[in-house]
Every structure is written in structure tokens, then in C-alpha cells.
């Protein structure tokens, strides 16, 4: 008779550790979803990025001082409070700004975009993710967004 009392009282800690656990491992799944990036939402910003990095060297080689601007635009717009790297330094996109205003010459539109551009071109700060330009082996390069 006590062994059977004691079968029955094991089972129920058993049974009560398994809710437990299973309870836990339930309610941590959404937590821990939140935290994941979109990946959608991360593809729309790789190409992004690399199409106003296109922009921004089209800009330059063609002496196309809106292009760069348009580029500048389209990198501010996706980097949301990162920075956008290129070889472990942030892209300075205050610098590039500076270098279509040159270009523009006496541009007064083009001025103009890039001043009301300025402020947030050069408010970024290094956080926790950030974009980086990168390249392999083959000369293929890309974006990818790195968090640490």
C-alpha cells in the first residue's frame, strides 16, 4: 500500500513538472519571436541600400549631383537609427553630401535638398546593428546587416 502511494504522488510531480515545463517553453516563443528581424523587411533594405549606393557612384562618375542626393535620401530612409559601414568605418554620408553640393555648383534646388538632407545624414551613431558594405573573393558585394 505505500509503494502504490508513493507511485501515485511521484506521477502527479512528474505530471506537474511537464505542465511546468511545457507552459514555460510555450510562453517563451513569443518572446523570443520579437526579437527576430523580418526578414522581408531586411531584403527590402539590402536592395535598398545597394541600389543608393549605385546611385551614389553613378552620381560621382557622372557628375550627377542629384543622383548622390537621391542615394544619400534612400540610405538615411532604410538605416533607422544605424549606421551604414564600409570596411569597419561608418559611411560618411555628411561627406558625400558635401561632395554633390560641390558638384551642383550654383544648384540652389539641389543645395537646398541637401541641407534639409544634413541633418539626418550625420545624426547617425554606431549602435547595436548596423549595415555594412561587403565584398568576397569574386568581387561579388552586398549588404548585410550585422548586429553584436
Request: overall charge negative; aromatic content about 10%.
Amino acid at each position: 500500500m505505500l509503494t502504490k502511494h508513493y507511485w501515485e504522488n511521484h506521477k502527479m510531480k512528474r505530471f506537474l513538472t511537464a505542465l511546468a515545463l511545457s507552459a514555460a517553453v510555450f510562453t517563451a516563443a513569443p518572446v523570443l519571436a520579437q526579437d527576430a528581424p523580418n526578414p522581408v523587411a531586411q531584403a527590402e533594405a539590402k536592395s535598398t541600400l545597394t541600389t543608393a549606393n549605385a546611385m551614389i557612384n553613378y552620381g560621382r562618375s557622372h557628375k550627377d549631383a542629384l543622383a548622390m542626393i537621391a542615394g544619400v535620401q534612400m540610405m538615411v530612409a532604410v538605416a533607422e537609427g544605424t549606421t551604414i559601414e564600409s570596411g569597419g568605418t561608418a559611411m560618411d554620408l555628411g561627406a558625400v553630401l558635401d561632395e554633390a553640393v560641390a558638384m551642383a555648383g550654383d544648384d540652389a534646388l539641389v543645395v537646398a535638398k541637401a541641407e534639409a538632407l544634413r541633418d539626418d545624414a550625420e545624426a547617425k551613431s554606431r549602435g547595436a546593428c548596423y549595415w555594412e558594405y561587403w565584398c568576397d573573393w569574386y568581387g561579388y558585394c552586398e549588404y548585410w546587416y550585422i548586429c553584436y
